[in-house]
């Protein structure tokens, strides 16, 4: 049981998550941008638990279970298109989706 | 029934927790940095694991161990495995070209909106209280620490139906990681069949295949197509 | 104390009927996975089209079931309250489960015609269309937001599904990436609702609003906005359009269509709710910012789709243009305005499926004929699909006598109602902006040819163009397929004049080689006879949208 006020971690967390977002927004690695959602939904998870401390609530503790599974699901996803792409052009920037414009 | 716990002054921690948090804070925030920052997407992976753990740690620091032991165990052992796994596979891991960054406006723009919304976050939680919320309305945190019995009970009641959701993720990912993992044998055969028709379209007994001329009696269309179908 | 939880553990009662339209759509693909998997050759896509049609009309039918039971019952929730039985998520249901038929129907067209096999297509899609259901029925932000996923996860994987397109893979990747964002994005955004409220549950949470007056309630605003920011990535508002154009272009066009209705349903239901219901007491807090976003939408989305030369691409900001409308009726924030919005998602459903339907047809195999050029002349090489492409663009327009004029009148009218005087007026002139762009296919179809081609119309529509010919005198015919299609094409006339006799593709079982699969013109004359059928007798599907309202949990 920890003392640590929860704001701390708060803090830590939007931190987490604005560095996972702005590496989203600057990186053109697709697997990295991808790194950057775990990121982001890293943060949100540690809020989750931090809220699920502060109100004293299993809840929030629960809902980081789901997430787990999402962010699995969603892992499997993305790389799997992203293999599939990039077997064919052997390029992993984001830039070289070039064939849509706009 | 306003909320809450007593707001604990943000400073009056004990010694050993606050160590705890400062040092997993900062490997969180450096492993975090570093992903960003890698030129190498391998090192990034490992700057991953680094803040996943980092992460792990504060759930153990709050009464959340079960979370922190599937965090270990789901994403550092199989998220990120399956990263380098990627990397690996597509053997991408090479340095990526700074300098060829086509929206100039974008990074000076990213950097500012990340600052904003943190900043604001962080204005919004220091002028207010943190939390707001009523206290234990789903059920309380379990007093031992490890006890996952609370969380178990709280899946498979509250949360009953999410949780049987979840399983229809698991076979859309299974189902995805089929489709798209076959995809060069299919794009063979789709070659085949825009190069000479028949071929995969045949496979299904299709008699378009046979009659496409005839489609929109477009004879020159034809040609057209078929340089589009055959992949470069 | 392990044992003295199990004695403890009281599982909650699971009203099965309550969820059986998700049931069925769950289950369904399970099944198909099975019989694939089991078969030992390859079955053909029909099968599978067939599976998935009787389990969007399984599904329809218990949705219908359902309304039977909500009606006189009233609203409730089912599950241990994480589901809402109520009118307006039974209505979503009815219209999802009608798009899943329709997909059945067009997408069995499309695999054959592009030689794609297996049941990855059905099993995706059905799915994703249960994953838009519970986001509509789910009464807790947790379930909303794996309803979220469920339904995007597969629609990525849609949008990748043709593999010998490069744009497809693209497409795929390209959603998938911005989607992951705007899911985390959401994800920290019901984090710090719960945080402000303790609770992730809708009712709880409206129940905390209304008993507490939260003096500083930041943490909530911030969570609100972060919520809203998820929410308009996935119904494309405008901030956040900018991966519809090239998602919508890039997939493969029956999963367009079916990502324009489905997505867009899930994604407003979830919304409307989240935000009326739960919400509802802040709505001087959110209706600003659906103002600006609704009125910044509806603008753009109407003049960038002018200057398209890609048909996808247009119908892709159109489809932003909707969403803007759809917004207006949030903005009202009446019960009016939500049945509006309710009533305009609807009959938006049905139009938008048939488009795509028809730009399907249109874009021949290949998937790659989008250019505003293909229409060029249509009404002379296939008069079926002509009219009803320009139906279903006017329609979308807004023109007197279909559904979707209806909608748009509906949406201003409560706008109107709720003093959003400025807001209606943009409303307006954004469907005029919008009305330029639809004519201009339109008068494309059915007066271009006489400028490129030079054949008097007479003559053109006869079949006897070189290059423009339906084929019914061109060498082709003498095929047996050609003469077939000759047939088809014919069986499918009477139904451009009478669209809500829609039962008329059936009967022609043989692949129509002159460019209309049966399936895929069945389901366009569905489309087009619900649009057209509704927009003359209007009264019912108005009516069911504001029943569904007034039962609004």
Redesign the interface.
Known sequence: ????????????A??????????????????????????????????????????????????????????????????????????????????D?H??R? | MHPGLVPVPLLATSLPDAITFAVSAVIVIAGAIGVVVARNPVHSALMLVMTLFGVAVLFVEQRADFLAAVQVIVYAGAIVVLFLFVIMLLGVDRREAVSADPLPWQRPLALVLSFCALGSVLALGFSGAWSTGAASVTGALPHRAGDTAALGKVVFTTYLLPFEVTAALLVIAVVAAVLLVRVPQLREQGGQAGAERGGAAGLEGDPEAVSDPGVDGDPQGLGERDREVVPS | MSLFFLSALVLPKIAWSAILPELILLAAPLVLLAVSALSARRLPTGVYAGGMGAAGLASLGASVWLWTQVTPHGAGTAVDGAIAVDGFSVLVMILVSSVVVLAALIGEGYLRREGIGGPEYYVLAMFSAAGAMLMASADDLVLIFLGLEIMSIALYVLAGLDARRQGSGEAAMKYFLLGAFSSAIFLYGIALVYGATGSTNLPQIADFLAHNVASSDGLLLAGMALLLVGFFFKIAAVPFHMWTPDVYQGSPTPVTGFMAAVAKAGGFAALLRVFFASFGLLRDDWQPVIWLVAVVTLLVGAVLALVQRDVKRMLAYSSINHAGFILVGLEAATTRGIAASLYYLFVYGFMVVGTFAVVTVIARRGDEAHDLGSYRGLAQRQPFLAAMLALLLLAQAGVPLTTGFLAKLYIISAAVEAHSYALAVIAMVSAAIAAFFYLRVVVLMYAGAKSGVGLPAPLAATGAGEGAGSGELSPVAAYGPGAASAAELEGDRPEASRPDGAGGGEGHGEPDAAGVPATIALAIALCAGFTLLFGIWAQPVVELARQATLLFH
């Open positions: 049981m920890t003392d640590v006020s929860g704001a701390w971690y708060l803090s830590l939007a931190a987490l998550f604005g560095i996972g977002a702005f590496g989203l927004l600057v990186r053109r690695n697709v697997l990295v941008m991808f790194m950057c959602v775990e990121l982001m939904l890293n943060a949100a998870n540690l809020t989750f638990v931090t809220f699920a401390r502060m109100l004293n609530d299993i809840a929030g503790q629960a809902v980081v279970f789901f997430v787990l599974v999402v962010a699995a699901a969603e892992v499997v996803v993305g790389l799997a298109i992203i293999v599939a792409i990039f077997r064919r052009r052997r390029e992993a920037t984001a830039d989706l064939i849509l706009g």
